[in-house]
């Protein structure tokens, strides 16, 4: 009798071979139940919201996609904001009593009345107390009065602004303002001035 052939040893791989070998084979089962529990995800958010919180811990599912199948119940859960009726632009008399509305709701507020009791005055005695404007119709030459007593020439052009102090008068009183010191006030020919109020 012949003795048995000696079989070949198998090639162990080295270690490093092994290692590369387990993760792809990891990887692959990886990429195995990403599929399988992206799918679950979809055939569970194709349920009313009441059903999905049954499969909130489906162990089916990868802890990402239990998050948003958590975030998915959650946001169902949230009422709608309201949504706030803006007029229409077909219908312009809706819009134009919104809007009279709102004048008058306006009109008669606290403030506004306030403003025009008290303002209404005070703004009617400040114009009877503002002196007349007048402007130069023509260039002239006038013996000015300053408010220390002393007298100066001035040249004043055409198209310039002076105060009217008194204009009932044959030559109108008018003034220039010098900083510091005041208005000084000559009368000069009704002619040469152009009365603005």
């Given at each position: ?5 000696a ?112 303002g ?24 000015f ?7 100066q ?45």
């Open positions: 009798m012949r003795p048995p052939e079989q070949p040893r198998p090639k162990r791989p080295s270690p490093n071979q092994a290692v590369r070998r387990a993760q792809a084979e990891a990887g692959a089962a990886e990429r195995v139940v990403a599929a399988v529990s992206a799918k679950r995800l979809m055939d569970c958010l194709r349920l009313a919201p009441a059903e999905r919180l049954r499969y909130l811990d489906d162990p089916d599912l990868v802890s990402a996609d239990r998050v948003a199948l958590r975030r998915s119940v959650e946001a169902s859960l949230v009422p709608e904001r309201r949504k706030i009726p803006l007029p229409r632009l077909g219908r312009p008399g809706r819009a134009r009593r919104r809007a009279r509305s709102f004048l008058v709701r306006a009109a008669l507020s606290p403030l506004t009345l306030g403003l025009i009791v008290v209404g005055p005070w703004l009617a005695l400040s114009w009877q107390n503002t002196r007349p404007l007048a402007v130069m119709a023509q260039r002239g030459i006038a013996s009065r300053l408010p220390d007593g002393s007298e020439v001035v040249a004043l052009s055409k198209g310039s602004t002076v105060t009217v102090f008194d204009q009932r008068t044959a030559d109108p009183v008018i003034g220039v303002w010098y900083p510091r010191l005041g208005y000084a006030t000559a009368a000069v020919p009704r002619a040469a001035l152009q009365f603005q109020r």
